[in-house]
């Protein structure tokens, strides 16, 4: 398992927030704007597209670590973005630095840790009882 993942790989991930989104509609809050667990969801989809393009086949990343301060509400309706930076690499552990803006507010910023994986062998055992 020999990727090419060096420190330095970055994305961007953004999306608008709309009703699905929301703290309401997934259970975390009962307020109609973008809820934590969905600016988690969105750092990690940044973590994966940042490293998509340096794996090999056969090869995934899995989230194993979260550290995220919730900054700031955003409503519906509004665009954010979500920037992911591989920091660190240290073996089959992968650091990320990242932010989630909203226009020029940093809503969220925090960090994810990812480890390099079979994908074939992290399934088969994922599957055993």
Do not use: W
């Not at 090419?4 to 989104?21: H, I, M, N, R, S």
């Not at 301060?69 to 509004?78: F, Q």
């Amino acid at each position: 398992m020999a990727a090419q993942l060096t420190a330095g790989l970055t994305a961007k991930v953004q999306l608008t927030v709309g009703d699905a989104d929301t703290a309401q509609a997934l259970g975390s809050g009962d307020v109609p704007v973008l809820a934590t667990p969905r600016v988690v969801a969105l750092v990690e989809a940044a973590t994966v597209a940042a490293t998509a393009r340096a794996l090999e086949s056969g090869q995934t990343t899995v989230g194993v670590r979260v550290e995220l301060e919730h900054r700031s509400a955003t409503p519906i309706g509004r665009q954010v973005t979500a920037e992911a930076l591989l920091a660190k690499v240290d073996g089959r552990r992968l650091f990320f630095e990242v932010t989630v803006r909203d226009g020029e507010t940093v809503a969220a910023e925090g960090k994810v840790e990812r480890v390099l994986v079979d994908r074939h062998r992290f399934l088969e055992k994922a599957m055993q009882p």
